[in-house]
Nanobody, 120 residues
Framework: QVQLVESGGGLVQAGGSLRLSCAAS????????MGWFRQAPGKERECVAG????????YYADSVKGRFTISRDNAKNTVYLQMISLKPEDTAVYYC?????????????WGQGTQVTVSS
């Protein structure tokens, strides 16, 4: 089992920045890839960024490229999502996810989510 706990969400004005953190515990040695997803009201959950646990291989959705940066600290078992130049359309609940495989299509574990609200 792997437990994921997100933090760092909040309310920010458009153009502002936030950094989300996801602390992993449990069988973290089995994790291959981690990612950040978001779900806005009335919309499907989408993957916005992903990173391999043992390499610098990263993925970004087109909507966040150049604005969001995913990183990890293996010593702390923590993954971060640095978000800059935030837009109102970035408003969503952000979820951390972990996968035992290279794919994040069907993550094995989810965090509880953290709300990000960007005001115009």
């Amino acid at each position: 089992q792997v437990q994921l706990v997100e933090s760092g969400g909040g309310l920010v004005q458009a153009g502002g920045s936030l950094r989300l953190s996801c602390a992993a515990s449990g069988r973290t040695f089995s994790i291959y890839r981690m990612g950040w997803f978001r779900q806005a009201p009335g919309k499907e959950r989408e993957c916005v960024a992903g990173i391999s646990w043992s390499s610098d291989n990263t993925y970004y959705a087109d909507s966040v490229k150049g604005r969001f940066t995913i990183s990890r600290d293996n010593a702390k078992n923590t993954v971060y999502l640095q978000m800059i130049s935030l837009k109102p359309e970035d408003t969503a609940v952000y979820y951390c996810a972990a996968s035992y495989s290279a794919s994040l299509l069907t993550p094995d574990y989810w965090g509880q989510g953290t709300q990000v609200t960007v005001s115009s």
